[in-house]
Nanobody, 116 residues
Framework: QEQLVESGGGLVQAGGSLRLSCAAS????????TGWYRQAPGKQRELVAT???????NYADSVKGRFTISRDNFKNTVYLQMNSLKPEDTAVYYC??????????WGQGTQVTVSS
C-alpha cells in the first residue's frame, strides 16, 4: 500500500527557512505530478506547490518567490524549500499527487510553526 512520509517541519522565527521532505513508498510519484499542500487550523487544505515529473513547477500566489519545490525521481522523494517564512505559513504540510483523482492515503504531515 502506498505510504507517504513527510518530515522536516519545526518551529522557526519569521524570516527563517525550513526544508520539507516527502518520501513515497510506492508508485505515486512515478505516474504523475506531485503537490505540497497545507492545512492551517480551522481552514481547508490548500495546494501550495506542484511539480511534474519533467520538472515544471507552479506555486500558489501566497508562496511564490519564497518556496521552491523539487523532486528526486531516483529517491522517490519530493522537497519543499521554504524561505522568508511568515506566521501565516503556519500549518501542517502534506504531499500527494497534484491531481485529486490520483490521491492516495494522506500521510501524517509535518507541522510548520512560524513565530512572529
Amino acid at each position: 500500500q502506498e505510504q507517504l512520509v513527510e518530515s522536516g517541519g519545526g518551529l522557526v522565527q519569521a524570516g527563517g527557512s525550513l526544508r520539507l521532505s516527502c518520501a513515497a513508498s510506492g508508485y505515486i510519484f512515478k505516474i504523475g505530478g506531485t503537490g505540497w499542500y497545507r492545512q492551517a487550523p480551522g481552514k481547508q487544505r490548500e495546494l501550495v506547490a506542484t511539480i511534474t515529473r519533467g520538472g515544471m513547477r507552479n506555486y500558489a500566489d501566497s508562496v511564490k518567490g519564497r518556496f521552491t519545490i523539487s523532486r528526486d525521481n531516483f529517491k522517490n522523494t519530493v522537497y519543499l524549500q521554504m524561505n522568508s517564512l511568515k506566521p501565516e505559513d503556519t500549518a501542517v504540510y502534506y504531499c500527494n499527487s497534484d491531481e485529486d483523482r490520483l490521491w492516495v492515503r494522506w500521510g501524517q504531515g509535518t507541522q510548520v510553526t512560524v513565530s512572529s
